[in-house]
């Protein structure tokens, strides 16, 4: 284990050193694969659910697409949906993918069996306490805690996207979570058509990561950097977004921003994906950036 992470450490280090040379280098290292729009949620600040078809990839596609991404240069690949645990045959696609890159991810509501597949890692999305997270997502709260209870052994890491419904019950809810999983990241909703309301003010913003720099100094195991959490207080970083792919479940590969291919018009300075400053901030070598890669991906 300990002589695959220094190849994989030596591999991105290399990768680093040819990309801050040349622009024909800079190619994605991340990739967003989104296998599947169908989802047994609803929640309220989703814009994928309702995507009209085709709502999931065919398996053979998928694995063709898999070894594409792997030739253009990608090295970690996040499973994502809709709900990827709908997927039938998701953990073929994640075995597949296991056997090709460094680290495999799958983003899941956390309502179904987590022995579906075994990823590297879980992402599970967890908006509030139950009030609150229910009042987004839907009644799931409960099987989602006993979904994380019964499958402790995994590497399961709790994604909270914070909108104007959930920012007063961060402390609360990081809190909580604490002796529950692996770590914590966060985002920010970004308000696409008609979801609007749901963003942050800039106030807001500001409180919600005063409050979370003071979790984490306090040692909650929240695993954002500081500097990616000082950054994206009012979004002061520069965004390298040729280290971000996308995947659809039509099989199209788009490289760079994730909004770019999804909207006509947006907007930098409203991003919430942590994601893209903690990419960056790791291009850019800050050693906390630098810290969480390791231990969300290597450790």
């Known amino acids: 284990m300990i002589s695959q992470n220094i190849k994989k450490i030596f591999y991105l280090a290399n990768y680093a050193f040819k990309a801050k040379i040349s622009a024909k280098y800079r190619t994605p290292l991340l990739c967003s694969f989104k296998i599947t729009y169908r989802c047994n949620l609803k929640c309220l600040h989703c814009p ?25 240069g990608i090295r970690l690949v996040i499973f994502e949906g809709g709900e ?17 890159f460094f680290s495999v991810g799958i983003t899941t509501n956390g309502t179904l069996d987590l022995g579906k597949a ?56 990081i809190e909580y979570l604490q002796d529950k999983v692996y770590g914590i990241t966060i985002q920010f909703f970004y308000p696409f058509p008609g979801i609007e309301e749901l963003q942050l003010t800039a106030e807001q913003r500001m409180s919600a990561m005063d409050t979370l720099i003071a979790l984490k100094r306090k040692g909650c195991s929240i695993l954002d950097s500081h500097t990616c959490l000082q950054k994206m207080k009012d979004n002061s970083w520069r965004c390298h977004d040729f280290l971000i792919a996308s995947v659809e479940p039509d ?6 921003c994730y909004l770019k291919h999804r909207l006509e018009v947006y907007y930098c300075r409203l991003c919430g994906y942590a994601v ?3 990419a960056s901030s790791a291009y850019d070598l800050a050693p906390g950036a630098l810290k969480t890669a390791k231990r969300i991906f290597l450790d």
């Open 48 to 72: 994928f659910w309702s995507n009209p078809r085709p709502a999931a990839m065919e398996p053979d596609k998928a694995e063709d697409l898999l070894q594409k991404l792997f030739l253009k």
């Open 84 to 100: 990827p645990l709908l997927y039938p045959a998701i953990g073929q696609m994640v075995e597949k993918a296991k056997k090709l």
């Open 118 to 173: 075994d990823p590297d890692i879980y992402f599970i999305s967890i908006d509030g306490l139950k009030d609150v997270h229910e009042s987004i997502r839907g009644k799931s709260f409960d099987l989602i805690m006993e979904n994380i209870r019964t499958y402790r052994h995994k590497k399961i890491i709790a994604n909270i996207t914070i909108s104007s419904l959930n920012h007063k019950q961060i402390k609360p809810l």
């Open 251 to 256: 099989g199209s590969i788009h490289f760079g």
């Open 276 to 278: 893209h400053c903690e």
